[in-house]
């Protein structure tokens, strides 16, 4: 586009010389200066100087840019764009300053905050300085202690006969895990060896007789087999040293005698060791009321 404004251009300054070149002849007449011209006249001259200055330029015309013209244009985006950088580096600056104010005054606050915690835990430290902590107090009064009685399933000395494991049955004379001991008693008081509720009384007709099952504290099961008498029923509640039988002969069974056996969560266990640590603990308690 460029390149075509040039060529025009030059076509119209060609013509336009050609023109001119026609009436160089001819030269106008002007009318000398004189006192006495016309008002007229004056008028005249004056209304072709107008016309002249009205009449636009050739380059006006054409709508052509010269590179003067795009000097001057670079020259004001300059300054323009110049002043635009001037006023977003003043708009930074002000921007730190108000950043660099504002963490100032997050600083002294913070120092401030950090005065008054450490002012009020020095305070405290002094209050309790001031306190007397050798203060004497009563004794709490404590309950007096009490102890379930512990006793032996029998009065007179443990004598086992037939102990707790596998075994060669007396009477079927197979090997058979024998769940609990014999104790040697002829129709004898049988006593609760600790607190609790009878679970179950009857007849066993596996070969255990008369019998009587107790729980005690939700862990412990003790039974009582072989009896030929039953003093409680199921659901009551006995204490220990309770006579809730008497020992026999009942079921099979070669002669008198205690079939004893502990249940622990269930679970069978050695009645030998079950009575041992009852023992070692009516020892410690005996030691402790002393």
Known sequence: MKKLKYIFTLMVLFYSCLCFAQFNTITPTIPKKSENLKVSDKSNIEETVQRKKAKKSWKQVLNITTKSDLKNETKGSTKWLTSQIDSLKMLIKEYKSVKEIRKNEFEKLKDSLMLQAQNRV?????????????????????????????????????????????????????????????????????????????????????????????????????????????????????????????SGNSGNSTGPHLHFSV????????????????????????????
């Open 122 to 246: 020095e305070e405290t430290k002094q209050a309790a300085k001031k306190q007397n902590f050798f203060t004497t107090y009563d004794f709490v009064d404590e309950p007096a202690a009490s102890f379930s009685k512990i006793v032996m399933p029998l009065k007179d000395k443990i004598t086992i006969t037939s102990s707790y494991g596998t075994r060669t049955h007396p009477i079927f004379r197979t090997k058979k895990m024998h769940k609990g001991i014999d104790l040697k008693a002829s129709y004898e008081n049988v006593y609760s060896v600790m607190d609790g509720i009878v679970t179950a009384t009857g007849w066993d007709s596996k070969g255990g007789g008369n019998y009587i099952k107790v729980k005690h504290f939700d862990r412990f099961e003790t039974a009582y087999l072989h009896l030929s008498e039953i003093y409680y029923q199921a659901g009551k509640q006995i204490k220990a040293g309770f006579i809730i039988g008497k």
């Open 263 to 290: 249940k622990e969560f269930g679970q069978n266990i050695n009645p030998s060791h079950f009575l041992n640590d009852l023992i070692k603990v009516n020892n410690l308690i005996s030691t402790y009321n002393e």
